[in-house]
């Protein structure tokens, strides 16, 4: 039910599928001559941050909004009406979000592989790393939404203050830039948000092993990515148990 009506919103479809395409395009038409640090590509080390941000479109910014829109029009009303345990509900957007997020995707891959001839993951375990990656942050994105979407105001306030925190977190978490050209005190600030682990995990999977170097901590931290992504994941879920309601609360 979750993907039909995913589907129906044509213009948070296209704009969900043609986003992290868009982006692509321009900054490789602008920014495809230049290098990061230990001669990467602009256009290889730049693939990791855009399919990690279109993986937090996919989950926070649209789960976020699109609740607090469902709750507004009384759709949430309504399925509480009906029965349908707050469990269920959010399984069902988690399912909708993994589902969008691999046709996303697949659609970006292939474009920044032939078009840009972009590298793929070198091997299996580089995609298995790509996979569990993108699965963790794509959770947490679910959870933090449902999570934020309890925000007091109308769809419209919670949508401008989503979206705006998501932009802000697009740059600190260096998915625009070189995350070591960031000043440090945006580098400490976007360590406690999962987006900067999520892009960092997507460059291991992405780049060769001895662009590694080049990180903050001289390694792509698996471990700790895995911890971050994780516990993100459980703290949107106790969250999301204590604040998820059916109805506004000025309503």
């Known amino acids: ?25 321009i900054f490789a038409a602008v920014l ?12 290889h080390y730049f693939l990791a941050g855009i399919a990690a941000t279109g993986i937090m479109l996919t989950s926070f910014q649209a789960i976020g909004t699109s609740i607090a829109t469902e709750r507004e029009s009384g759709q949430l009303e309504r399925l509480q009406l009906l029965g ?10 988690a399912g909708q979000v ?8 697949a659609l970006l891959l292939p474009l920044a592989h032939y078009a840009y001839d972009v590298p793929m ?13 993108a699965v963790l942050g794509a959770l947490a994105g679910t959870v933090l939404g449902v999570a ?16 705006a925190f998501a932009i802000v ?13 960031l000043p440090s005190w945006m580098q400490q600030a976007a360590a406690l948000f999962p987006l900067k682990w999520l892009t960092q995990g997507m460059r291991s999977a992405f780049l060769p092993e001895e662009a590694a170097a080049f990180e903050i901590a001289g390694g792509w931290e698996h471990g700790r990515t895995a911890l971050v992504l994780a516990a993100w994941v459980i703290i949107g879920a106790v969250v999301c148990v204590r604040t998820f309601r059916w109805r506004r609360a000025d309503g």
């Open 148 to 163: 934020v979407s309890a925000l007091r105001g109308s769809a419209a306030s919670v949508t401008t203050g989503i979206s």
């Open 32 to 43: 495809g001559g230049d290098e990061r640090p230990g001669d990467v590509p602009f256009t």
């Open 98 to 105: 993994l589902v969008t997020t691999a046709a996303q995707l």
């Open 84 to 93: 349908t345990p707050p469990v269920a509900y959010f399984a069902g957007k």
């Open 121 to 133: 993951p070198a091997d299996l375990q580089h995609w298995l790393t790509f996979g569990w990656v």
């Open 1 to 25: 039910m979750e993907l039909r009506l995913f589907f129906r919103e044509r213009q948070q479809v296209v704009f969900s599928f043609a986003y992290p395409v868009i982006m692509l395009v």
């Open 169 to 181: 977190l697009q740059f600190f978490s260096g998915v625009f830039f070189g995350f070591t050209e």
